[in-house]
């Protein structure tokens, strides 16, 4: 099964959900600066969302480059992880908005770990339509950063109940480990070449 198809459908997807939550910011009525501190948290819970779904973006991309072809299998883990993603506009927004309280975190964090989750077995499947000594299987490994982010994600949603805060340190963590983009699946396919 070609995989482009895959690629153009979860692009167009992905650039929806973006476009959704930058809908969400909405201008303050009134013109003076002093406003604007009214809404940082919704803007920061923008920007952390909008670094996420750029993660998320890159190593898709990357990772279906790596690939030869898809299953029907991969199709539908796919739309797996796009349907956690497209909640991510109205999880932000309602973290945002009520100024992180406690359980539009937790709710929130309940959406990356599920995203996150949602990732790892469409990975699963391609290795095992690959094959152990596929450039994908050679580049993800044992995921190390996919366990840690597994790892953070439900210490985040622990955290939290001490202090919201500490949720979202846990999930911003996860977003530098990722933020430079995965350069395994690069090393992978260098080394192929």
């Not at 198809?5 to 910011?25: H, K, N, P, Q």
Request: aromatic share 12%; charged share 10%.
């Amino acid at each position: 099964m070609n995989k482009n198809r895959l690629e153009a459908f979860s692009d167009g997807v992905l650039a929806i959900i973006i476009t959704i939550m930058v809908l969400e910011l909405k201008p303050p009525h009134d013109a003076s600066p002093a406003v604007l501190l009214g809404l940082l948290p919704i803007f920061l819970s923008y920007v952390l969302s909008f670094i996420f779904v750029g993660i998320y973006w890159n190593n898709h991309h990357h990772t279906f480059h790596a690939c030869r072809r898809v299953s029907g299998g991969v199709l539908w883990a796919n739309l797996h992880l796009l349907f956690w993603l497209s909640l991510v506009p109205f999880t932000t927004a309602w973290m945002g908005e009520n100024h992180f309280a406690q359980w539009t975190v937790f709710v929130y964090g309940l959406n990356l770990l599920l995203c996150a989750i949602a990732y790892t077995i469409m990975l699963r499947l391609l290795i095992a339509i690959e094959g152990p000594e596929s450039t994908i299987a050679h580049a993800i490994g044992k995921d190390r950063k996919g366990f840690a982010s597994l790892c953070l994600y439900v210490s985040g949603l622990a955290l939290l109940f001490l202090h919201p805060y500490l949720g979202m340190a846990c999930y911003v963590a996860v977003a530098l480990i990722w933020l430079i983009p995965d350069r395994r699946i690069a090393r992978a396919l260098s080394q192929e070449h």
